[in-house]
Each structure stands twice: as structure tokens, then as C-alpha cells.
């Protein structure tokens, strides 16, 4: 696998027991030395795992975590900086999380989607993969309007250089999104590779299509 311009790893909880506090790079290295208490958690371990499974051919790369849960994404070019999130769903007041992090036309689809959960948490998800690309922060969420005036379903910024992106759902509660430079030649569904419980599983993803302004 280490051979292709684009790799998604994904890793359920249970890989912890194989992470190893020897192969931590530098930067993690210093970071245990200043919180210490990282190396207890769950989420620090596996997403530590994942990042364990690279080779020095991946320069770029960006990590998520949840509930002990991990997934990384990791480009061969130096260039440019992939996205990634995973959430796990659980019941909230969608619509009035959307007033706070969606815009306008995002909330309107949103109230018209007969699956609420999911349709927010596509948007979520691909909203901090954007974030992440451009090392932004959790209030840039409604900067990246994924859904813009004149259409009624999730379109791509079309961005300069240009990027495409990913969802997926798995065991219907995790909800993952990945952005990655359009210059990758391999789709996800190609690139992606689980760990754990999760080493065999046939991951579905989705690509959206880009619309043609940003």
C-alpha cells in the first residue's frame, strides 16, 4: 500500500493494544514529555498506531480521533495537506447546531433532508476536512459553504489547486470525510485500508462533485 500518492487508514478502538511508545516519532515525543497523561488515552494510542504504519514516503498527513476510534489520511507530495475527520453519531438538536456553524442555505437543505443525522454530519465532517487542509480553525465552519446559492445538494469548492472529497459511513454511526489534492491519482475507495475490527470492512465512500465557483 505504501506505494500509492494517497493513503486513508482507518483504525477501530481496539488497536490500542499495539501501539508502542518506542516508535513515536520526535514532535509526539515531546508532547508525552508535556502531557503526559496522553499516553493513557485511548484515542491517543490508536490515532499514534495509524501514524506508526507510515513510511517516511508520506510527508503530509492529518489525523482524527473519536471515542478511541482513528483515521489518518497521508499524501506523497509535500505540497499539499490532506483532510480528514470522523464523528460518531448520537441524537441532537441538528437545526439549532446548523444556526451556529452552517450558512443559510446550508440550513435550509438541512431542514428539507429526511435524514437529518446524516446530512449533518456529512456536513460537518467535510467542513473540518476544508478546515484542516488550510490549517483553520473550528470558527471557519461557515466559510466553507458546501452548499452553495443555486443548488440543493453538497458541491466541492472549486479551489485552486483543485481538491476532491470523500464521505462514508460506517456501521452506521461513523461518519468520516477526506479531502485530498485532485493531482492524487487514486480514488479512496482504492487508498483506504482498516485496522482492528475494522481491517476487513468494505468501505463505501462517496465522492462529491465540485461546483464550478468557490
Keep these: 500500500m505504501m506505494n500509492q500518492d494517497c493513503l486513508i487508514l482507518l483504525a477501530s478502538a481496539d488497536v490500542s493494544g499495539q501501539y508502542s511508545s518506542l516508535k513515536l516519532d520526535q514532535a509526539d515525543k515531546q508532547r508525552l514529555q508535556q502531557y503526559p497523561q496522553l499516553a493513557q488515552r485511548i484515542d491517543w494510542q490508536s490515532s499514534r498506531f495509524l501514524k506508526q504504519q507510515l513510511s517516511a514516503s508520506y510527508p503530509q498527513f492529518s489525523l482524527t480521533h473519536k471515542k478511541g476510534h482513528a483515521g489518518l489520511i497521508a499524501c506523497s507530495s509535500a505540497q499539499y495537506i490532506p483532510g480528514i475527520d470522523m464523528e460518531y453519531a448520537q441524537e441532537r438538536d441538528f437545526l439549532a447546531l446548523a444556526q451556529l456553524c452552517y450558512t443559510t442555505n446550508e440550513q435550509r437543505w438541512l431542514a428539507q433532508q429526511s435524514d437529518l443525522s446524516t446530512a449533518f454530519y456529512q456536513l460537518w465532517t467535510l467542513k473540518e476536512a476544508f478546515i484542516k487542509i488550510s490549517r483553520g ?76 465557483a468557490v
Excluded: E, K
Design 137 to 212: 480553525q473550528l470558527t471557519d465552519m461557515q466559510r466553507w459553504c458546501l452548499i452553495p446559492t443555486g443548488y440543493d445538494a453538497i458541491h466541492i469548492p472549486a479551489l485552486n489547486p483543485p481538491v476532491q472529497a470523500y464521505s462514508c459511513v460506517i456501521d452506521r454511526h461513523w461518519h468520516i470525510s477526506a479531502v485530498y489534492p485532485a493531482g492524487c491519482s487514486v480514488a479512496a475507495q482504492n487508498c483506504t485500508y482498516g485496522f482492528g475490527r475494522w481491517h476487513d470492512y468494505a468501505f463505501n465512500w462517496h465522492r462529491w462533485p465540485a461546483s464550478p
